[in-house]
Every structure is written in C-alpha cells, then in structure tokens.
C-alpha cells in the first residue's frame, strides 16, 4: 500500500454540548478532570486563553544560548549530512514510491511492524495537519502538551474537550478523567514540555473499540531503551504512534517522520494527502536513521542525554527560587516564583540566553519555563544568569516595598 499517493476527504462539522466533567465557564484549573474548552472553534482555529501557535522557536533568535528548542546539535551529524548529500542529483525526479517502501521498510524492521503499518510523514507537524481528516465526533487532548495536535484540530472545526493534567499529581495521567464519548485522544509520551512519562499500562487503558489513541512519541528515542514505547504494540485497537527525527538528528528544517498504525487506520489518516507529500531528501532520511547502526548511535546519544539531564537539574535546582519539576525527557520544566516569570525571562533574553515561555501550554501559568537539555558547560551559563535575574528581581521587591513602608509612615507623621 503506498499512503503517500491517497486521495482527500472533507472533514465533519459537530459542535456538540457541554461534555463530562466541563464547568459552564468551559475550563478547569489543573486538577487531572476532563476540561472543555471552546463548544465550537474559535477565531482561526485559535484559542482566546492560549497561543497555540506559538512554539519555542519564536522564543531562540540566531546567535543565542538555546535552550528554548529541543534539538540536540547544532547540525545533522558528518555520516547522515553525507548520506543525505548522496540524493541531491536525484531531485531532477520525482520522489518515487521505492525509496517510500525502502523507507517504510526501514521503519518496519527498527519497531517490528509490517510495512503496511508504517505511514512516512513530513514531519509529526503533517501527522497532526491530517488528523481532522479521521472525522472525531469529539477529541480528548491530554494538556499540558504539545499544542499542535489541538490547533490542527480546531482548525478542522473538530469538538476539543481537554483532560488536565496536575502539578501537585506529578502531572500523571488518570485514564478515567478522559470523557467515555471522546473517540479520539491525543496524548504525548514523554510528555512536552512537563517531560513526565507515563506508564504504558496508562495509555492502553484510554484504549478501547471505536476510538483512536494518538500517542506523540517524539522525544521516546531520548530515553535509554525507550521506556513506555507503544511503536510496536500492533495489538492495541486503534493506536496511532507518531515518531519525530527531528531532536535526535538535528532535522528541524528538513521535516521528517512516520506513523504507525493499523493499515486502514492510516489509509484514513492519509486520503487528504496530495501526491508527493514527503521529499526525497526527508525519505532517504527515515531511511538512514532508522537503520541499526543509526539506532545504536541515538540511543548512546539519549544515555549521554540522560546524565546531562541529571546534571542539569541539580545545578538549576540550586538556584534559589527555581523549583525543577520531575520529569524524564530531555528538557526541564521549571517553575519560578509568582510574578517573575515574564521580567526573568526578559533578563535572560538580555544575557543572550533563550528559553521556552510556558504559559502558551494550557494548564501552565506565566512562570513556567522549559529548559532543553544541554552540556554542562552551557548549563553554568544558564544557571549563573537565571541567579542573577531572580537576585535582582528580589532586591528591587525589597526596595519596593522598603519605599511603600516609608511612604506609609510619612503620610502618619511618624517618619523621622
């Protein structure tokens, strides 16, 4: 079956009422209950409380200490950029349906699926782009999360009800709190940007007959052996998996992935497609990085990622003010003290240092931050000038409010 070559369908326009466990007002705080947001979609698919459309690189402008995208590397490595360079006089043509099988095929044999249970993507970004394209009657979104998945489907006049998750819970998933009518669900594992993983016994629950799971893994190859990986559960009903290439291998430009799934799960997914929707650079590059060599490479790269990350954590811990959140996945989300979220970030911004403002995800708030994970030469920056903001900021409150004492006791006449 070759996906790529697919038809496209039109979408359903269903504005269902107020859903399970949602307010009148349509959102709850972060408390791990079903949450329901707009009844219909709002303004261009957009949401009036969260910037969807925002994502971590607005946050990083060129010449900047990043820390607001999680790309690992500054380029793709030596061998891969070689590998890659091998197409360019091939790009005269078309991309063909055998370098779609090989890549499929290559896929195939890293997760131990059939080829007809794999779909080569654009990047995870189509993935999402297609998902109106399934016809949910309403979609469950487990938040805080990846955004794109909900833009995309608001977008497509798709029902979105929201399933939040709780800080004062380690952010950990209740299988029960996402509404029984939700038909589709879309959940990230590990979790962007809280980085917490959620057991696989977890998301098999949220399966069930008549209803598509999405399971966003594109941080799961920067954990050591992949741990809670559906990839290669071909027995869940209705499970789709998306894979990313771009952290790992430093693709973010050339957008490259793949779905797996259950054969005509994914021939829905595919039919608003258009012919050639993977280029053959992005085909030979699903290729290469899933090959075993390549795999061995990444999963020495997540093992290196993962003291970083301990690293990391400790050093920013130690900054006072700065609570790290527990979590697994290759970057940090960190919670500032009230208030200071939006002038530390600015401060940061001046020292040159870029990271990922939070309050765009739904259910974060203005001073969580996300932080990728980086070497620990690059984390003593961060730190040093995350210290010195929140000293400042501390100080200037302490003045402030030294000057509103003062004020007060002149205004009584008991100033000397």
Not at 180 to 188: W, Y
Not at 199 to 228: I, K, M, S
Not at 379 to 387: C, R, S
């Amino acid at each position: 079956m070759d996906h790529g070559h697919l038809g496209g369908v039109g979408v359903r326009h269903d504005h269902p009422g107020q859903r399970r466990g949602a307010r009148p007002d349509g959102e709850h705080g972060p408390t791990g209950g079903a949450t329901a947001s707009c009844g219909s979609p709002c303004p261009e698919g957009g949401d009036p409380a969260h910037d969807l459309r925002h994502h971590g690189d607005v946050d990083a402008a060129p010449g900047q200490l990043d820390f607001a995208v999680n790309v690992q590397g500054e380029a793709p490595p030596a061998w891969l950029r070689a590998r890659l360079a091998t197409t360019l006089d091939d790009l005269a043509r078309y991309p063909s349906a055998a370098r779609d099988e090989r890549a499929r095929a290559a896929v195939a044999d890293r997760h131990g699926r059939r080829r007809d249970e794999v779909l080569v993507l654009a990047g995870s970004a189509e993935g999402f782009a297609l998902l109106p394209a399934l016809r949910p009657r309403l979609a469950a979104v487990v938040h805080p999360g990846f955004t794109e998945p909900e833009l995309a489907l608001r977008t497509g006049d798709v029902p979105v009800v929201r399933v939040l998750t709780a800080e004062a819970d380690g952010h950990r998933l209740d299988p029960a709190a996402v509404p029984d009518e939700a038909d589709l669900v879309v959940i990230g594992n590990p979790t962007n940007p809280t980085g917490v993983l959620h057991p696989a016994t977890a998301l098999r629950e949220l399966a069930r007959p008549g209803r598509v799971l999405l399971v966003d893994e594109a941080f799961a190859d920067a954990l050591p052996g992949e741990p809670g990986s559906l990839a290669g559960a071909a027995d869940v009903p209705g499970l789709l998996v998306f894979r990313s290439l771009t952290k790992t291998w430093a693709l973010a430009g050339l957008r490259a992935g793949y779905a797996l799934g259950a054969p005509e799960l994914l021939a829905r997914l595919a039919r608003p497609r258009p012919h050639w929707p993977v280029s053959t650079i992005a085909l030979e590059a699903v290729t290469a990085c899933c090959s075993p060599a390549a795999v061995a490479e990444g999963a020495a790269a997540a093992t290196r990622l993962q003291r970083w990350r301990a690293a990391q954590a400790a050093a920013l811990a130690a900054v006072p003010g700065v609570t790290v959140l527990p979590g697994v996945a290759p970057f940090l989300l960190l919670r500032l003290p009230p208030g200071s979220g939006s002038p530390v970030r600015a401060a940061l911004q001046g020292a040159g240092i870029a990271v990922r403002r939070g309050e765009t995800f739904p259910g974060l708030g203005p001073d969580h931050v996300r932080v990728a994970v980086r070497a620990p030469e690059q984390v003593a920056v961060l730190a040093a000038a995350l210290g010195a903001a929140l000293d400042r900021r501390e100080r200037r409150s302490a003045g402030s409010e030294g000057l509103s004492i003062s004020a007060v006791s002149f205004s009584t006449g008991e100033a000397r």
